[in-house]
T-cell receptor, first 114, second 116 residues
Framework: DSGVTQTPKHLITATGQRVTLRCSPR?????VYWYQQSLDQGLQFLIQ???????AKGNILERFSAQQFPDLHSELNLSSLELGDSALYFC?????????????FGEGSRLTVL | AQKITQTQPGMFVQEKEAVTLDCTYD???????LFWYKQPSSGEMIFLIY??????QNATEGRYSLNFQKARKSANLVISASQLGDSAMYFC?????????????FGQGTILTVHP
């Protein structure tokens, strides 16, 4: 158990819909990262928040947005869903803004868009 | 731009044997980190080992060691005494300095199958 909690674990929805994925980082971790794992794109970094502020951005679509709340949990919002958004979405956390060492990954939220 | 290459889509190893999973990287950044993660069929990402670009010695964590050859830009994972539970997808990843070490670039992965 990494200590990172993601909900929901599985989600099935239709095209055009909007979903919210939630992540609670490990106790004491200030940084939260979102990754997308799909068959065609592999594992891709989406976005990072550090203590409530956006820190780094990757290949995140404009239809996607994220935020980190004062209690440090984070939400990834996916809107106007398309079939290609079906993927496993990971949240990870670390203590600081970066620095060496591991990221702790949650178990992922598997999104299926029908 | 950073790039991670894992040239072995699949590898097979006999139980109790050692296996090496290949990883090469490309970066112009003098400061970087290299990671290996394991993803079992259940889907979670499990951290295995980390190597910093300035670390003089190869990283080791139990049965895992990272064969870091900086001049060749390779960071191969060596698993000694393979176990059936080692069967999984293995990802090599790199972080960049500056903005965020947590912004990892992943390779495409290698599926390892351990035979009894």
């Amino acid at each position: 158990d990494s200590g990172v909690t993601q909900t929901p674990k599985h989600l099935i929805t239709a095209t055009g819909q909007r979903v919210t994925l939630r992540c609670s980082p490990r106790s004491g971790d200030l940084s939260v990262y979102w990754y997308q794992q799909s068959l065609d794109q592999g594992l891709q970094f989406l976005i990072q928040y550090y203590n409530g502020e956006e820190r780094a951005k990757g290949n995140i679509l404009e239809r996607f947005s994220a935020q980190q709340f004062p209690d440090l949990h984070s939400e990834l919002n996916l809107s106007s869903l398309e079939l290609g958004d079906s993927a496993l979405y990971f949240c990870a956390s670390s203590v600081g803004r970066g620095g060496s060492g591991e990221l702790f990954f949650g178990e992922g939220s598997r999104l299926t868009v029908l | 731009a950073q790039k991670i290459t894992q040239t072995q889509p699949g590898m097979f190893v006999q139980e109790k044997e050692a296996v090496t999973l290949d990883c090469t990287y490309d970066t112009s950044d003098p400061s970087y980190g290299l990671f290996w993660y394991k993803q079992p069929s259940s889907g979670e990402m499990i951290f295995l080992i980390y190597q910093g670009s300035y670390d003089q010695q190869n990283a080791t964590e139990g049965r895992y060691s990272l064969n870091f050859q900086k001049a060749r830009k390779s960071a191969n994972l060596v698993i000694s005494a393979s176990q059936l539970g080692d069967s999984a997808m293995y990802f090599c990843a790199m972080s960049e300095s500056g903005t965020s070490y947590g912004k990892l670039t992943f390779g495409q992965g290698t599926i390892l199958t351990v035979h009894p």
